[in-house]
Nanobody, 116 residues
């Protein structure tokens, strides 16, 4: 069982920035897929960004050029740098990791609220 601990959410004004972190209980190098998803009230969970060992990075059109997914192998941590935040980015953000043969695991979620 993989444990994921998220941090970094909060309240930010439109145009501001936040960085989300997700620390894994296993070596982050053991995962072939890292991802961030979000779920706004009344909506389904949606993909924000993924980082794959085989195909690199992938972003939802709504966040391209504003968000960046990255990883720090030494810290076993993945990040989501979010710039130029908009009110429509308000959601609970979840990190996700997938390990070959073992399937995926989700973080507990962290609230991001973009409001003036």
């Amino acid at each position: 069982q993989v444990q994921l601990v998220e941090s970094g959410g909060g309240l930010v004004q439109p145009g501001g920035s936040l960085r989300l972190s997700c620390t894994t209980s296993r070596s982050i190098s053991s995962f072939n897929l890292l991802g961030w998803y979000r779920q706004a009230p009344g909506k389904e969970r949606e993909l924000v960004a993924t980082l794959s060992s085989s195909s690199g990075t992938n972003y939802a059109d709504s966040v391209k050029s504003r968000f960046t997914i990255s990883r720090d192998n030494a810290e076993n941590t993945m990040y989501l740098q979010m710039n130029s935040l908009k009110p429509e980015d308000t959601a609970v953000y979840y990190c996700y990791v997938r390990r070959p043969l073992f399937g995926g695991s989700w973080g507990q979620g962290t609230q991001v609220t973009v409001s003036s």
